[in-house]
T-cell receptor, first 112, second 115 residues
């Protein structure tokens, strides 16, 4: 009964390819997030959706496009992958911000 | 803009010793504050949080943190370190100006526990 599940867990791909990462939460939370964690463990928010509506859109290359078909799903599509996109991408969800986030286990993306 | 600073990217303690991980934030209005733990190859797990009310908050695994407004700090402590506490710890703040929607994470502190 994984609360926030991401697929795939590992993704190795060549530069220039397009890839997607999927995220699903079964907690009934209204808000979902994508964070990027770099090799130095620094976490940076990318996007946030509240009930399918985009509410946070940080300075991220427009090669990254989130999509939320319903409030339980938030996917991340990346076009024209670059070496610098290599990182761990975390999905998270929350009901009320003060409750904190529930994180997925991450997707390790390696661009070669 | 909200920011959070964690002093010490690496902290080493002996098993059974006090754990103290430091976190300071910058905000003119008290934010919500969180501590998360990340074990190798895993996602982050919420340890504890402060929103309002009692300034000393207790979390899981015997950890606690105290919100000190005058010092803009939210340090994490545990009286006695256990080997299983070895992990990366992140302090985080949520921005009151944005309705607390946006959470900013510190750069993390790696805790090493020496037997």
């Amino acid at each position: 009964d994984t609360a926030v599940s991401q697929t795939p867990k590992y993704l190795v791909t060549q530069m220039g390819n397009d890839k997607s990462i999927k995220c699903e939460q079964n907690l009934g939370h209204d808000t979902m997030y994508w964070y990027k964690q770099d090799s130095k463990k620094f976490l940076k928010i990318m996007f946030s959706y509240n009930n399918k509506e985009l509410i946070i859109n940080e300075t991220v290359p427009n090669r990254f496009s989130p999509k939320s078909p319903d409030k339980a799903h938030l996917n991340l599509h990346i076009n024209s992958l670059e070496l610098g996109d290599s990182a761990v991408y975390f999905c998270a969800s929350s009901q009320v911000t003060g409750d904190g986030y529930t994180f997925g286990s991450g997707t390790r993306l390696t661009v070669v | 803009a909200q920011s959070v600073t964690q002093l010490g990217s690496h902290v080493s303690v002996s098993e059974g010793a006090l754990v103290l991980l430091r976190c300071n934030y910058s905000s003119s209005v008290p934010p919500y504050l969180f501590w998360y733990v990340q074990y190798p190859n895993q996602g982050l797990q919420l340890l504890l949080k402060y929103t309002t009310g009692a300034t000393l908050v207790k979390g899981i695994n015997g950890f606690e943190a105290e919100f000190k407004k005058s010092e803009t700090s939210f340090h994490l402590t545990k009286p006695s370190a256990h080997m299983s506490d070895a992990a990366e710890y992140f302090c985080a703040v949520s921005d009151p100006s944005g309705g607390y929607q946006k959470v900013t994470f510190g750069t993390g502190t790696k805790l090493q526990v020496i037997p």
